[in-house]
Nanobody, 118 residues
Framework: QVQLVESGGGLVQPGGSLRLSCAAS????????MSWYRQAPGKERELVAR????????NYADSVKGRFTISRDNAKNTVYLQMNSLKPEDTAVYYC???????????WGQGTQVTVSS
């Protein structure tokens, strides 16, 4: 059973930065395909950034390209989302997701709130 715990959310002014972290346990981290999603009030959950497999290739939503960076540290069982040049429209609950390679099941964290406001 994969367990995920996000941290790093908070209130930030437009143009500011935050780094989200997601610590994973219960599975060999290097065999997890990791992603970040977000859900704004009244909207569906959307993919923000992901690794396409357990390697280094990544995908980003068009709305965050050039501003957000997903990274992982296999030694720390942690995936990160560095968010720069934040905009009010980035306000959402951000969720970490993990899928064991070869599996179809996604595991989810509890989410962390990011609010971008002056």
């Amino acid at each position: 059973q994969v367990q995920l715990v996000e941290s790093g959310g908070g209130l930030v002014q437009p143009g500011g930065s935050l780094r989200l972290s997601c610590a994973a346990s219960g599975f060999t981290f290097s065999r997890l395909v990791m992603s970040w999603y977000r859900q704004a009030p009244g909207k569906e959950r959307e993919l923000v950034a992901r690794f396409t497999s357990t390697g280094g290739h990544t995908n980003y939503a068009d709305s965050v390209k050039g501003r957000f960076t997903i990274s992982r540290d296999n030694a720390k069982n942690t995936v990160y989302l560095q968010m720069n040049s934040l905009k009010p429209e980035d306000t959402a609950v951000y969720y970490c997701s993990a899928r064991p390679i070869g599996d179809i099941k996604n595991y989810w964290g509890q989410g962390t709130q990011v609010t971008v406001s002056s």
